[in-house]
């Protein structure tokens, strides 16, 4: 339930990250500038991407004290290192996939 509550509100931000990339493009109009505009705009970028997760982390970790105290706190961050396994699993055989897909017999 905990994962439901964090990624249901996640949705739209990484819809308009990585389909439409309305902040990529601003940023690399932002390097005809200078160097120092693309770093400050890159850093702003980076920092403005986590507000979202980290606002659904909170509530969840709110929601789960209010129910189940500090049990709920830590089965919520038992769900949440559910999802890690997963992500660093797909992460590592990316590659060797990749690879194996370039090999000719």
């Known amino acids: 339930m ?3 509550l ?16 309305r902040p990529v493009k601003k940023l690399s109009e932002s390097c005809k500038s200078g160097a ?4 400050i705009r890159g850093l702003a970028l980076g920092y403005l991407s986590t507000i979202i997760p980290i606002i659904c982390i909170a509530v969840t970790i709110f ?4 129910f189940a105290g500090m049990y709920g706190i830590a089965l919520a ?5 559910n999802n890690l396994s997963v992500g660093l699993a797909i992460d590592a ?3 060797i996939s990749d ?5 000719k017999n």
Do not use: E, H
Not at 36 to 39: D, K, L, M, T
Not at 77 to 81: F, T, V, Y
């Open 2 to 4: 905990d994962t439901l």
């Open 6 to 21: 964090i990624t249901t509100p996640q949705m739209p931000m990484r819809k308009n990250y990585l389909s439409k990339l």
């Open 36 to 39: 120092a505009i693309n770093i």
């Open 63 to 66: 929601i789960s004290f209010y």
């Open 77 to 81: 961050a038992l769900g949440m290192l």
């Open 93 to 95: 055989y990316g590659p």
């Open 99 to 103: 690879n194996a897909g370039k090999k």
